[in-house]
């Protein structure tokens, strides 16, 4: 079966860090851009952060700037989702997606969600 099955979310306190993983049943990542996204409780699905399929080009929503960082390794057909100095306003099921085409640029992805593929998400819970 065909799916992105992402992993690392759980409950962490504010101030603390995640590392959130998305990795590809079924098909390779490569030559795919790949995006995080999130649904807050009450709130629209965001683009947090995407990223071409070489890793050159990253798109950043701008209240996670400096604070997270996507990256991904084309050896082990993942990406992955570094989460620092996470706020309770970061709660959220953490969602990645897929797009294949290597012109693809990941503001396509984040503002225009243009994917081919959905995860079923991670819960991200910060709380003290």
């Known amino acids: 079966q065909v799916q992105l099955v992402e992993s690392g979310g759980g409950l962490v306190e504010p101030g603390g860090s995640l590392t959130l993983s998305c990795a590809a049943n079924g098909f390779s990542l490569l030559g795919y851009a790949v995006g995080w996204f999130r649904r807050a409780p009450g709130k629209e699905r965001e683009g947090v952060s995407c990223?071409?399929?070489?890793?050159?080009?990253?798109y950043s929503l701008e209240s996670v700037k400096g604070r997270f960082a996507i990256s991904r390794d084309n050896d082990d057909h993942t990406v992955s989702l570094q989460l620092n100095n996470l706020t309770p306003e970061d709660t959220a099921v953490y969602i990645c997606?897929?797009?294949?085409?290597?012109?693809?640029?990941?503001?396509?992805?984040?503002?225009?969600?243009?994917?081919?593929?959905w995860g079923q998400g991670t819960q991200v819970t910060v709380s003290s």
């Open positions: 990223i071409s399929a070489s890793g050159l080009s990253i």
């Open positions: 997606a897929a797009a294949y085409g290597s012109a693809i640029q990941p503001q396509e992805i984040c503002v225009n969600e243009r994917t081919d593929f």
